[in-house]
């Protein structure tokens, strides 16, 4: 599986941007597709997470900011972020998760640069 990440920019404090992550193949196979993120001098983190079943995940930290979605036609993933702060500066990472035989898979986009900052 290969993830493709984007629309990473520059955005103001208060702003919006919207990340987008797209699979080479079907997304239907993966258990569970996420975005991380890894500010500078710290270690990455879970920003959000949805099974395959539409069940979502959120760090504290973005809760009632973010939202994820996914669109299984379209074999992406979406992470619509509003009321940005300086601390959601970050490379933000796209990731999905498959088991297979009680092994879990992780597979990583290349990352995209979110800068918060006026």
Request: with cysteine.
């Amino acid at each position: 599986v290969q993830l493709q990440a984007s629309g990473g920019g520059l955005v103001r404090p208060g702003g919006s941007l919207r990340l987008s992550c797209a699979a080479s193949g079907s997304i239907l196979s993966l258990n569970v597709m996420g975005w991380y993120r890894q500010a500078p001098g710290k270690q990455r983190e879970l920003v959000a997470g949805i099974n395959s079943g539409g069940i979502v995940d959120y760090a504290d930290s973005v809760k009632g900011r973010f939202t994820i979605s996914r669109d299984n036609a379209k074999n992406a993933v979406y992470l619509q972020m509003n009321s940005l702060k300086p601390e959601d500066t970050a490379v933000y990472y796209c990731n999905a998760v498959r088991w297979r035989g009680g092994v879990r898979n992780d597979y990583w986009g290349q990352g995209t640069l979110v800068t918060v900052s006026s």
